[in-house]
Antibody
Framework: EVQLVESGGGLVQPGRSLRLSCAAS????????MHWVRQAPGKGLEWVSGITRDSANRGYADSVKGRFTISRDNTKNSLFLEMNSLRTEDTALYFCTKGAWFDHWGQGTLVTVSS | EIVMTQSPATLSVLPGERATFSCRASQSISSNLAWYQQKPGQAPRLLIYGASTRATGIPARFGGSGSGTEFTFTISSLQSEDFAVYYC?????????FGQGTKLEIK
């Protein structure tokens, strides 16, 4: 069974940093591109970032480019999102998901940016 | 950046009836389109990929069509568990993007 389990969310002040993690199991991790998608309270889905199987290519939404960095560790079946210079508008539930089309999702980790 | 526009924002339909959703891309995305269902407090669930291929375990009442810039998603006979929010998603190229969602409610 495919499992994606996010962690690392919490309450953080504007301008500070946070690192999210996603632990993957139940599939061949290094065969899959991986992504982060977020959802602000009461709003729709927003693609945040993606990374190819071998980490050769990484993409970012304009809203996070230059502030967020995606990475992965294929030896530990893990995906990460380093978030710097956080803003109140980054407050959202952050989902980890896999593949070109997102066939499996985690349950999300909540990031709240507030003073 | 490819902008995805869904219509309508809200769809009111009786159980047993047919529901039709639209999604338009601001430029051609070939057939690189997926549809998701999301219920309150849950993660999205993949329904359709490749514009028309049902994901594993998805009932035949869910269907998709289209290519290029115009796409349609249909639920042929609504069941009570189908009332939710539906999103289209283009994965033709980065940055990926979602439509703003269509809320399907009971009429």
């Amino acid at each position: 069974e495919v499992q994606l389990v996010e962690s690392g969310g919490g309450l953080v002040q504007p301008g500070r940093s946070l690192r999210l993690s996603c632990a993957a199991s139940g599939f061949t991790f290094d065969d899959s591109a991986m992504h982060w998608v977020r959802q602000a309270p009461g709003k729709g889905l927003e693609w945040v970032s993606g990374i190819t199987r071998d980490s050769a290519n990484r993409g970012y939404a304009d809203s996070v480019k230059g502030r967020f960095t995606i990475s992965r560790d294929n030896t530990k079946n893990s995906l990460f999102l380093e978030m710097n210079s956080l803003r109140t508008e980054d407050t959202a539930l952050y989902f980890c998901t896999k593949g070109a089309w997102f066939d499996h999702w985690g349950q999300g980790t909540l990031v709240t940016v507030s003073s | 950046e490819i902008v995805m526009t869904q219509s309508p924002a809200t769809l009111s339909v009786l159980p047993g009836e047919r529901a039709t959703f639209s999604c338009r891309a601001s430029q051609s995305i070939s057939s690189n389109l997926a549809w998701y269902q999301q219920k309150p407090g849950q993660a999205p669930r993949l329904l359709i990929y490749g514009a028309s291929t049902r994901a594993t375990g998805i009932p035949a009442r869910f269907g998709g069509s289209g290519s290029g810039t115009e796409f349609t998603f249909t639920i042929s006979s609504l069941q009570s568990e189908d009332f939710a929010v539906y999103y289209c998603h283009q994965y033709n190229r980065w940055p990926y993007s979602f439509g703003q969602g269509t809320k399907l409610e009971i009429k």
